[in-house]
């Protein structure tokens, strides 16, 4: 028998790079491998995403030719925001009278600090025409002159005609220059925070453009022909032609690719998942099986990057223990630094005798640190640090086999010290050390769960990275939350990245917009995943209409290959109904099954009445895996047929629109056709909602099973 085809995922960190690779039709785990990120090599980090690749397939004795699917994320992009280790730009701003004296305000844009010290190397040039030929070469002459190679190219209104833009971009490409045009990047208003946008993109361009040349020639020469994926910074993945166009995306997507491995491998659909390595843990939501985004900040300005919406504590596995000693000791702080940063090895891994007889001292890990971080010094002059690792080993948190366990003994005898110190046995200094630890982690939770309305008895707390024990068991028993450990969470990110979807993202500033060109937004999104070699079978829109900005915002996801996964490793029936008995807090035998097709199942509870309240519908959509792809507290559902859908459902959205003093707001619908699910609960207008159900129902066999689950709004 053939063996399945391979989807590959590779993870760049600071310091390894992690490649996994997942069998393509089960989505198991079959062989992961890890060789140093190589930063040093003339290749650039290139050369270490090829080394992984080669061990990998080596270790699980399969061939270039096994591989359908190769993803890589990067921290690249990150690091050199945050470093300010960037290109310097070109910035040519167009207009005359009003629009010129805006554009020339953005020149302002050089003072915006991305590092300590470090600002945006800007150099600004002014057009008054775009047609002005003989200006034109002369800036363009003296950015040369300058040594810069990329070139930014901005105009108020562009959004609305880009000619003038796209007149000045297509001549400095002309010249060899690197270009962002404002309105290639977003088609939002906003001159200055579009433009900044832009600016930021084209810092990191050239780094990135050489980057991407070196890994597709690498990848090339090993053998793959697969089309080489890139991790962006939602969740998602986009073509390498559209990572040189926009390297931007890229930014965060590290987080972004551990939240993924969470969403698909974990089958998380609500809750908050804590990746966790030696120094912090990132902190992000998810909420009805996607991802929470927002636009993001750079030097303390907004941009147009819709990125995951992660929040970082310096707290992690390798986070030194902080004491105050004189009097009674106390822990006071954990982190944040780490000891990978003070050069010190974890005292845990450390052979136990080695500790034995070594006393406790503080002090500070680098230059200007205070001198009040824990640490064992042996007989010998040896020291090792004190950390979040030792505690949860020494509690007997981290399993066997976990990337981060330490024998028992050693983890006790790491802790011993400390606990003299502070009066007290082993576990109450292991204690005392996480409970001071994830204070900050319980803050994050607590405030991100208010941002997005998760009820406590809803949160559930997943962790993964490779000290995912030293946060998550501790902050979910301290917290009084469900919690659990992702399995392979030290490969979490890269399994992340092999199962990424495309995913595309639109935005169009239209006042009053017409259902026309709405679809038009909808079908953009859609062909840009399509062009990027989604299946368009599996290609899902979710559209928003946000009638207060006059946004419409339209979010394409897509699978790269139509994939039939083994039918044997799906869940039955009963699996099915215990998973949704478990959301709706029913016992499973209280638990109906409301419509189902090949792909989805859509389970109700009982009605729950409230006293002087009407009675509430609780609904669970759940796919054949397992996974909740949507919840409702509340909740209508039909089924039928495309063909006798097509004519029921403007009757069906008539009847649940509701109306008030403020108009009327038509439901908020979901539509499970085929393996897709189409979320359209962005959609207030009634007539918009009933042409973007009707687009999505088209062109599908009439005899396709079809189920709408509605929300009326109050």
């Known amino acids: 028998m053939e063996p399945n085809a391979l989807r590959i995922g590779?993870?760049?960190?600071?310091?390894?790079?992690?490649?996994?690779?997942?069998?393509?039709?089960?989505?198991r785990l079959i062989g992961q491998a890890k060789t140093p990120t190589s930063h040093d090599h003339p290749d650039g980090v290139a050369h270490g995403?090829?080394?992984?690749?080669?061990?990998?397939?080596?270790?699980?004795?399969?061939?270039?030719?096994?591989?359908?699917?190769?993803?890589?994320?990067?921290?690249?992009?990150?690091?050199?925001?945050?470093?300010?280790?960037?290109?310097?730009?070109?910035?040519?701003?167009?207009?005359?009278?009003?629009?010129?004296?805006?554009?020339?305000?953005l020149r302002r844009l050089g003072r915006i600090e991305i590092a300590d010290g470090k600002r945006l190397p800007v150099s600004y040039e002014h057009l008054r025409r775009a047609d002005d030929d003989a200006a034109l070469g002369a800036a363009l002459d003296r950015f040369h002159a300058a040594g810069i190679e990329s070139v930014v190219v901005t105009e108020p209104f562009s959004v609305d005609d880009a000619i003038g833009e796209e007149r000045v971009a297509a001549t400095a490409r002309e010249r060899g220059f690197l270009v962002t045009a404002t309105h290639e990047i977003t088609s939002l208003y906003g001159l200055s925070k579009r433009t900044r946008t832009a600016v930021l993109n084209a810092v990191i361009l050239p780094r990135m453009f050489a980057t991407a040349d070196l890994v597709q020639t690498s990848i090339d020469a090993a053998g793959i022909t697969a089309p080489l994926m890139v991790m962006r910074c939602d969740g998602g993945v986009m073509s390498l032609d559209e990572m040189r166009r926009r390297p931007l995306l890229t930014v965060l997507s590290g987080p972004a690719a551990g939240v993924a491995g969470a969403l698909m491998q974990e089958k998380l659909s609500d809750g908050l998942f804590l990746e966790t390595g030696g120094t912090s843990t990132d902190i992000s939501v998810i909420?009805?099986?996607?991802?929470?985004?927002?636009?993001?900040?750079?030097?303390?300005?907004?941009?147009?990057?819709?990125?995951?919406?992660?929040?970082?504590?310096?707290?992690?596995?390798?986070?030194?223990?902080?004491?105050?000693?004189?009097?009674?000791?106390?822990?006071?702080?954990?982190?944040?630094?780490?000891?990978?940063?003070?050069?010190?090895?974890?005292?845990?891994?450390?052979?136990?005798?080695?500790?034995?007889?070594?006393r406790l001292v503080t002090i500070a890990p680098i230059e200007g640190d205070p001198a009040d971080h824990a640490v064992l010094e042996t007989e010998g002059g040896d020291r090792f640090a004190v950390t979040m690792t030792c505690?949860?080993?020494?509690?007997?948190?981290?399993?066997?086999?976990?990337?981060?366990?330490?024998?028992?003994?050693?983890?006790?005898?790491?802790?011993?010290?400390?606990?003299?110190?502070?009066?007290?046995?082993?576990?109450?200094?292991?204690?005392?050390?996480?409970?001071?630890?994830?204070?900050?982690?319980?803050?994050?939770?607590?405030?991100m769960a208010d941002d997005y309305d998760i009820a406590k008895d809803d949160v559930l707390l997943v962790g993964g990275g490779g000290g995912a024990a030293s946060v998550t068991p501790h902050a979910g028993t301290k917290h009084g939350v469900e919690?659990?450990?992702?399995?392979?969470?030290e490969v979490i990110s890269p399994i992340g990245v092999a199962l990424a979807l495309i995913r595309e993202q639109v935005e169009r500033v239209i006042p009053g917009a017409t259902d026309d060109q709405i679809l038009a937004v909808r079908r953009e999104a859609e062909q840009a995943v399509i062009a990027q070699g989604a299946a368009p079978a599996e290609v899902s829109v979710d559209v928003t209409v946000d009638p207060q900005s006059n946004t419409v915002r339209a979010v394409a996801t897509g699978a790269t290959e139509l994939r039939t996964q083994d039918r044997t490793q799906r869940r039955t029936d009963g699996e099915l109904r215990a998973i949704a008995a478990e959301g709706l807090k029913v016992d499973a035998a209280a638990v109906r099954v409301l419509a189902a097709t090949d792909n989805h199942v859509v389970f109700g509870a009982p009605e729950?009445?409230?006293?002087?309240?009407?009675?509430?519908?609780?609904?669970?959509?759940?796919?054949?895996d397992g996974v909740v792809r949507f919840a409702s507290l509340d909740a209508r559902v039909q089924q039928s047929t495309v063909g006798a859908g097509a004519g029921t459902l403007p009757e069906l959205i008539a009847e649940h629109t509701a109306y008030g003093d403020g108009g009327s707001r038509a439901p908020a619908l979901q539509l499970l056709i085929g393996p897709r699910i189409a979320d359209l609960s962005g959609v207030l207008d009634e007539s918009q909602l009933i042409s973007l159900a009707r687009t999505e129902v088209e062109g599908q066999d009439r005899s396709e099973p079809l189920v709408a689950v509605l929300e009326v709004r109050s």
């Open 49 to 105: 995403i090829v080394t992984a690749l080669h061990e990998l397939l080596a270790t699980i004795g399969r061939s270039p030719d096994d591989v359908v699917f190769l993803a890589h994320g990067t921290t690249q992009a990150t690091n050199a925001l945050l470093e300010g280790d960037v290109a310097p730009v070109g910035l040519i701003g167009i207009g005359r009278g009003a629009s010129g004296f805006f554009a020339k305000r």
């Open 391 to 447: 505690a949860a080993n020494a509690l007997g948190l981290v399993p066997e086999g976990d990337y981060a366990h330490a024998p028992s003994d050693a983890a006790r005898a790491a802790l011993a010290p400390l606990a003299s110190a502070l009066g007290t046995d082993v576990e109450g200094a292991a204690k005392a050390v996480l409970d001071a630890g994830v204070a900050p982690v319980l803050d994050v939770i607590a405030t």
């Open 287 to 358: 909420r009805r099986g996607k991802v929470a985004v927002r636009y993001t900040e750079f030097g303390g300005s907004s941009t147009y990057l819709s990125a995951l919406d992660v929040r970082t504590v310096g707290v992690g596995g390798g986070s030194m223990v902080r004491i105050r000693t004189g009097g009674a000791a106390q822990v006071t702080h954990v982190g944040p630094r780490s000891a990978h940063i003070a050069g010190l090895p974890y005292a845990c891994f450390a052979p136990e005798e080695k500790l034995l007889g070594a």
């Open 483 to 489: 919690w659990r450990i992702a399995e392979h969470s």
């Open 10 to 27: 590779i993870d760049v960190g600071g310091t390894f790079t992690d490649a996994v690779a997942i069998d393509a039709a089960t989505l």
């Open 608 to 624: 729950r009445r409230r006293f002087l309240r009407k009675a509430t519908h609780p609904v669970r959509v759940l796919d054949r």
